[in-house]
């Protein structure tokens, strides 16, 4: 959980509003209640504005969470943060797809939107 | 069919509007007419305002129904009314996808939305 | 195709729109013009007012059609009209999906909504 | 259930053994105790000898138990039966799969081999 | 590409908007650069007037393709305005889904929509 | 866990060897250790000397498991001795596939052979 | 139907026996008692001797079907005869898979091996 | 990367706004940081004004990527670029699909529109 | 990677020979070159003699290997070991599905069979 | 189509005969014929004896091809010969699965046994 290992490039097409998505299979974490690890599939999905984010870098970040204690609902909106804070999109959403516990499967999506985009 | 058994804690994020998804696979309840078991795939969706469901309380609730007889459309709309009830969210839904009787198959979709988040 | 066939109990939740689908994978009727037998998969969806249909009913209706001439199209719209007459929802829909014949396919969808519920 | 629709054809190749499979995804024949219609997917696979049944006449034959009560073993039993008895085949299969009765699914499955093509 | 061959019958609904969608699996023609075979999956989708199209009718005018020059674009719109000019409908769409070739698929949508539907 | 609920009737070929196969979707019972509810896909196949299995009965057999603490591996053991002795079977193998727990499936598998049909 | 298009090339490994599947999803043939059309998809599986096949011969060789009658058993038949006269390989196979009629779809499959490959 | 293969052919149908789509499967470029190769399916989706891009010069086009050294947000925007430039359509939306890169795998689309087409 | 994590319990049916396979979606390691996360599925397939592995002490076991560096081939073969020596099986195989790396997806599969156990 | 590029490391576990599987997704070469890229799914199974194949030397390998004119028959049975010469396995095979042309997909699979497994 450390936001310092997200790296931008600048946006090749900074003109034009498009979609980048990019769908992690390969998450896990730790239930913060009993120390079990947690898997999930994260996808990003953003509209860049001045930068896009830099594949392998979000890898290494995703991939900081490992170790830590960390709830389904407050792992997506701190990727989401950490994100909006080092790639300022137009706009972003993240979604987590956890693995079943207990017979349920869970999905938590959380989105943002610049002031600027907003209508 | 026990709503005491839900139990939620205080939502992460308060502040920003976002979905949660917890799919059970496993829900089964008996038929009032015949007492014979009925098998369901419950889907519950929100929108959380101050408080997040706890996974493993919904897992007890909904196994509270087991040895329950109560109507596909009753069962359904039962949920959602508990949920809401002790959760509180500005927004929820209730999908039950009930198994294949007599060659025929049925879902029922129930949903709320609090006062406030109405436009 | 025996109207009377359909069965209705009072709807637990009157003041709740939710929505309601049955699928029936074992529908089968007759080809008005050949006597060759047709087979198709249909979907009833719908909101109900007052009344909810009785499964095991909609069972027996829907069998009626086993040994009656019927083409595609009368028979969505006329199960449609018999289900509004019977159930008086307050929207409904029929969707027919038929086998291949002649290396065609084909669906059928019609819809009903009550004077009421329109804007 | 009628064994005079079957017809066959001479078999084209009858110097070679080959493989001949007919999927027929809409049979339909009643519950001799209850009544109700069962429903089916009939999978004949066979090597001719010197006869090939003719596509529309096994269409014709399926056809024949829409309005007989029939259970799924004697059915299955029957089919092979009949087919042996007209087509004399030097090997031949009947596998009948069919719909869900009860949370249920039955296959039912028939082998014959004619005397001359046994070891 | 006969439109002769497209025969209809009276709509047996015509007071109620309803959906009527027929999707050929075994279209071909020819490619009329190369004369090399295409191969399409043809959807008609159309919202009935006075008429339906008669389902025979539309295999027997799909097979007039069988052996004519004709490219992905115009074999589309060519089969909508034949549908259009004989069946009269309020809204009509036809989605051409042709085989890979040089590793790309292609599929061609066109619509169409009667000056009275319209807003 | 009731093997009187198990009826057969009289196989309809007891002179030919053919194959049977059931399969219920809706098995639940309890663990033994923790009381939670497990679910599985239990499925029969066998091969029938003098008698088949009713299928109503079957399914009362095996809801006779809902509340009973049973593991897996008795379970499917339990059925298959229970089944062999009422049906008298000359093979049969139980399959049971119990859903994810800890994000590990398992299926448990058992046979049984007659003495007659042994080589 | 034109043996004469089959062409071949030098297997490039003679000394080992591997296994070459080509599958052709758009064979087109005509039926010889309606003369409508009928589809396949077409699979050669073969264990070269001396020759391999041609990719672009087989095309065009398949397509020779289009508008010549023949029935399914023997157009797989001639299809393994022509490609064994052509291509001499020590093992082959031609599957063919046909579309639905009257709700029944068909596979017919004919095997070869020559007398060397023989044990 | 040679907008020069791309080539066009008049639009058959001008007066009617309509759908084209075409998927290519076989995408390759290189990485342009460490030369490894990338690979993608390119979907290119259009409403045509005047011109309509010729299938085989748009295979030719995207095989002008093969030893180009190229990230995926740049690839996808000047295929859009170019396309647009050569075709001058109504609209366009390109999507390119990427394969998974240390367990990540992504999406990137962008779309245009005309200035006559704008409402 | 610590074998005393595994427990047992005494085999409920020692006198016949069946199956039982454990899928655990969720084992991850560590690659013993970059130090890179691994992520695979694990499939324990054995017939018990004595003893059965306890259903928890498994997937602790496979926890175990979370931040360890190991091979693919060593890891696959390493649990076989493990399992073997703890559990002493009549028969065993473990296979591991790791995901994709480079483009390149990997299955490696190891079994054992006891002495006792071999013709 | 550079052997030199393929390494290996010791087999952790020579005295287990086991099975390892390799799939890579991205392979392309060139028609020698036409020039055009053709795209496979490369399947590399063996039975190690005393080396493993290391996998990033095998994606290296792999991508020799990229711009080598070569048949599909000749790169499957080069890459069996390359990896057979540099990994001596006890038991090899290699499968490619070659994308569409005109209609037609292909398979291609050669297989090696040393001399000291064969029985």
Redesign the interface.
């Known amino acids: 959980m450390n936001r310092d290992l997200l790296e931008t490039f600048p946006?090749?097409?900074p003109g034009?509003a498009?979609?980048?998505?990019?769908?992690?299979?390969?998450f896990?974490s730790l239930c913060p209640k009993t120390g079990?690890?947690d898997?999930a599939t994260i996808t990003l999905t953003y509209v860049?504005a001045e930068k896009?984010i830099e594949?392998?870098s979000?890898?290494m970040y995703l991939?900081s969470f490992?170790?830590e204690g960390v709830?389904?609902?407050?792992a997506?909106?701190r990727i989401l943060d950490d994100f909006v804070a080092v790639c300022e999109p137009a706009w972003a959403r993240i979604e987590g797809k956890f693995?079943?516990?207990?017979?349920?499967?869970?999905?938590?999506?959380?989105?943002y939107e610049s002031e600027e985009s907003q209508p």
Do not use: D
């Open positions: 946006n090749p097409n034009r498009y979609l980048i998505e990019h769908t992690a299979h390969e896990t079990q690890p898997f860049p896009c594949l392998k979000l890898k991939q490992r170790n709830f389904y609902e407050a997506v909106n693995g079943i516990r207990g017979g349920i499967g869970s999905v938590v999506t959380a989105e």
